[in-house]
RNA sequence: GCCGGAGUGGCGGAAUUGGCAGACGCGCACGACUCAAAAUCGUGUACCGUAAGGUAUGUGGGUUCGAUUCCCACCUUCGGCACCA
């Protein structure tokens, strides 16, 4: 056989004839079986928005190719995919092209699970899961009605986040930037009052502030601690005028004493009760100016102060001091309490304020060793660092005593104590939007607000809905749908409208692949037992502030109401990066900048798409798409093809070049397998590259039948297999070697044929490299060190000088100093 | 303002623990093959310099025999948070 035997490589007819096999033999099929480790390798469930993005391959193939190294490793891997099937897209999509949102959603899907096929990804198809099928939707309903058993669903009045565009509130996390924009359509978000369902995610804060126990990124951890927002302190009970308690949080209560007025947010319960008669036409024309303008011109940080006095005041507890209350929209009532205390001197908002509107200020911490500050000429709050002064029996404590001796003097008169606040709110759950699973709650009139009850779940979304969005939910609209009677007395009552934010459907979509049919509960307890909880759970950053902590939030509840078992849902999470398109922008239609990985498929192949998805950019860094940067995989390929395939022929090699051969061999094996554990993706096929580049030229030198050349090809294909699945089963197959390759074990390192037997030390003068000399791995140290003095080059560096010292680092370099 | 990521050739990037900066690939240039082109193969490719050599990992310092790597102070850029008490 020569060369011209060897079939031209073509992608388009081995790919889906090895996918139909792997399919039609169940390659991919996971089941448990205890007698292997498990490993449960997951990616963030796609959105069925019509065509599979470059995005979602960039996400899936590295995270496909190390679930199939880890197969390979000897675990046993399940790696399932489904849909999140839920969501605005889809009701937007059906009234711009008048199909009804499920029509939509389920074409997608059948376009999307083919595009994903085409990946030659090894997905355990039995196990997909679409969050918009009733049997799923079942036990969201179900959890929600668990929840809400347990105290952890409640439903609340209050202002809350609404998108005009969207038509719907939104939580909290799905609020993003400085103009306060709805996280998927970009429209500013405005307030409305309304009753609304929420999750108490709050009730976990603190633990969820806990990371020790999974490996997940630093930016991702960071991003939910801030987040989160705690902040330690204490709470402070002052008295009004009338009696009535006003609390404040304060981080601060050591600067008790220098608190010369109160503020209290516009919308706070006591600012009628605090009004006196002659200030209250200022109040009510500053409340209606607050009313009139949005949150995010009140919150802007660079906004001059406002604000009006009430003309009531309140005691000081500390020292009986009778202080002026105002009330100014730079006090937030969704932080702390509402109210604060204010300490001008100390405080950069509050020195403003008072100096806008002629406050005193009093100076209550002075740094040591610092001129006496002046609080009538001082320009700017002064950081509160230093000992206590002017403050009554606490004058002169030092700054890392003060907190602890003011709580102890609060909790001592009863008038406060440490405490802790969030920035985290509850999760408000509820949307005003049809596609989606309905909240299972009923309300009667009688029995007031009742769960569905589990048998009678699910609560079917109905299929004859006006779902044109009006601001109202549409299934308020619906003739029939909301009325039902009661679970509880059988009395006439009604369902509640409103559908569910889809990140319930997502904060549990992974235990749900493990039984997607099963219906005696969300998850068959066996396969929970065996596959749970995630080892690797793979996606993007974007989450951090809101899949990523519900998710959480959710494997706690369950774990405290006992449906599941321990603290987190996956234990190691990795990031990949975005890819842009060729002009460095973000990837969309308007742009035309969009690349479609079915051209590409088309073009050159999934596995050459595959590896230059994993070889042209750091993972987790991402960058703008290169569309000649292809051309180096399908090269490589192209070559591997032939290279492998070539019978041998001719000169046979030499002991030593065997022996070089190996060396490589084994050195490329141990640094891909250390990059796949690392998730080094890139380094993975640039390692395969190099080796590709070295058994060329071994074999153009040595054509002949060699076992180490056998050795090389057969191991060279296994490392392959994960990141091109069916060029690699191909050319496995047509040298005869057994069916499957990916059934096959990941070769191990044979770390005495990867040592080095020379090594090429580096001859430094003061640093600089001024030869490479080629030892033996075992060269003395004395041999090393007379070898680099005797270099002419060296000789040269020194001119003339004679070495002060000479390091010798063992196997690398010496490095003459003089 | 606070917190975090990132700054290395024309481009994407590489460099176990502080020890050969620029692997691998793209692009480019030249050459081979070809009537020609594509494909393929080969050679070269950080910068300055004819060379010896010198200069280079955002900037400026420091530690060290030696710094892309560690420390300090900045700059740029991306992202998050922010009148949060």
Redesign the pocket.
């Known amino acids: 056989m020569s060369q011209a035997s060897i079939p031209t490589y073509d992608p388009g007819e081995i790919e889906p004839r090895w996918q139909q096999r792997w399919d039609k033999d169940g390659l991919y099929n996971s089941d448990i079986d205890t007698s292997k480790p498990k490993h449960y390798a997951l990616t963030m469930l796609p959105y069925p928005s019509g065509d599979l993005h470059i995005g979602h391959w960039y996400a899936m193939t590295p995270a496909d190719a190390r679930a199939r190294f880890m197969r390979m490793r000897g675990f046993n891997v399940l790696f399932p995919m489904g849909f999140d099937a839920f969501g605005l897209p889809a009701e937007n999509a059906a009234i711009k092209k008048n199909i009804h949102p499920k029509t939509w959603t389920y074409a997608n899907i059948e376009r999307m699970r083919l595009q994903l096929k085409s990946m030659g990804g090894m997905f355990d198809w039995r196990r997909e899961a679409i969050s918009a099928d009733p049997k799923y939707y079942k036990w969201s309903q179900w959890f929600f009605t668990q929840l809400y058993k347990h105290g952890l669903a409640y439903r609340k009045h209050s202002p809350v986040d609404w998108c005009p565009n969207c038509n719907t509130t939104l939580a909290?996390?799905q609020?993003?930037?400085?103009d306060?924009h709805c996280e998927r359509c970009g429209t500013p978000v405005i307030k409305k009052d309304l009753n609304q369902w929420f999750f108490k995610i709050t009730n976990y804060a603190e633990e969820l502030l806990d990371f020790s126990t999974i490996d997940w990124?630093?930016?991702v951890k960071?991003?939910q601690?801030?987040?989160i927002?705690k902040?330690s302190?204490a709470s402070v009970t002052f008295r009004t005028e009338q009696g009535d308690p006003l609390e404040?949080?304060?981080?601060?209560?050591d600067t008790l004493w220098g608190v010369t007025f109160m503020?209290l947010?516009p919308e706070h319960p006591l600012v009628a009760k605090l009004t006196s008669a002659t200030q209250k036409s200022q109040v009510d024309a500053y409340l209606a100016e607050t009313i009139r303008q949005s949150d995010i011109q009140?919150?802007?940080?660079?906004?001059?102060?406002?604000g009006v006095f009430t003309g009531g005041y309140a005691i000081n507890p500390v020292n009986g001091e009778k202080i002026p209350v105002w009330i100014?929209?730079?006090?937030?009532?969704?932080?702390?309490?509402?109210?604060?205390?204010?300490?001008p001197a100390h405080?950069?908002?509050?020195f403003?304020?008072a100096r806008k509107f002629n406050l005193p200020i009093r100076v209550v911490i002075q740094p040591a060793g610092e001129a006496v500050i002046d609080p009538d000429t001082m320009e700017a709050a002064v950081p509160a660092k230093g000992s206590m002064v002017n403050s009554g029996e606490l004058t002169g404590t030092p700054e890392n005593k003060a907190m602890e001796k003011i709580i102890a003097f609060l909790e001592a008169k009863k008038a406060g104590h440490a405490t802790t606040?969030y920035?985290i709110r509850d999760w408000l759950i509820s949307r005003q939007r049809y596609w989606g699973a309905p909240i299972p709650m009923v309300f009667c009139d009688k029995c007031g607000v009742v769960p569905v009850p589990d048998d009678q779940l699910p609560v079917l979304l109905p299929d004859d809905v006006e779902w044109k969005p009006t601001g109202e939910s549409p299934l308020k609209l619906h003739p029939t749908w909301k009325k039902t009677t009661c679970p509880q007395c059988g009395g006439p009552a009604e369902r509640e409208t409103d559908t569910m934010d889809t990140f319930m459907c997502s904060s549990w979509y992974h235990l749900r692949y493990l039984s997607p049919n099963y219906d005696k509960g969300p998850f068959d307890p066996a396969e929970y037992n065996y596959w749970a909880p995630v080892d690797v759970y793979t996606g993007g950053?974007?989450h951090?502030?809101m899949h990523l902590i519900y998710t959480r939030f959710f494997q706690k509840a369950l774990r405290d109401m006992g449906i599941a078992k321990g603290p987190e849902p996956m234990l190691t999470l990795r990031n990949q990066?975005i890819v842009l398109g060729e002009d460095s922008e973000k990837m969309s239609k308007s742009r035309g900048n969009v690349v479609a990985p079915d051209d590409l498929v088309k073009a050159y192949g999934a596995d050459s798409v595959r590896a230059?998805l994993m070889?042209?950019?750091?993972w987790?860094?991402?960058?703008?798409w290169?569309?000649?940067?292809?051309?180096?995989?399908?090269?490589?390929l192209?070559?591997v093809w032939t290279i492998m395939q070539e019978p041998s022929a001719g000169k046979s090699p030499s002991v030593e070049a065997e022996k070089n051969l190996r060396r490589r061999l084994h050195?490329t094996l141990?640094?891909v397998t250390?990059?796949f554990e690392n998730f080094?993706f890139?380094?993975i096929?640039?390692?395969?590259?190099?080796l590709?580049?070295d058994m060329?030229?071994f074999r153009?030198e040595n054509p002949g039948p060699s076992k180490a050349w056998d050795e090389a090809v057969d191991v060279y294909l296994r490392m392959l297999a994960p990141v091109a699945p069916h060029i690699s089963e191909e050319i496995w197959s047509r040298l005869g070697k057994p069916y499957s390759i990916h059934t096959q074990k990941w070769p191990t390192v044979d770390e005495q044929a990867a040592a080095d037997e020379t090594?090429?030390l580096?001859i430094?003068v003061?640093?600089?490299?001024?030869d490479?000399l080629i030892m033996p791995v075992n060269v003395s140290e004395a041999d090393a060190k007379a070898a680099a003095l005797a270099n002419e080059?060296v000789q040269?560096?020194l001119d003339g000088r004679q070495p002060k010292?000479v390091?010798y680092?063992p196997g690398?370099?010496v490095?003459v100093?003089g």
């Open positions: 909290r996390e609020v993003w930037g400085d306060r990124p630093e930016r960071t991003l601690t801030n987040w927002g902040s302190g404040v949080f304060t981080t601060r209560p503020v947010a009140r919150e802007a940080a660079d906004k001059e102060k406002t100014a929209d730079y006090v937030l009532m969704t932080y702390g309490t509402g109210a604060i205390m204010a300490v405080d950069q908002r509050d403003e304020f606040n920035r950053i974007e951090a502030t990066g230059y070889f042209f950019a750091r987790d860094l991402g960058a703008p290169n569309k000649t940067g292809i051309d180096g995989t399908v090269r490589w192209r070559r050195q141990r640094s250390r990059d080094e890139n380094t096929v640039s390692g395969l590259m190099e590709l580049n060329q030229k153009q090594i090429t580096v430094q003061n640093g600089k490299v001024r490479r080059a040269r560096a010292q390091i680092v690398r370099l490095n100093v």
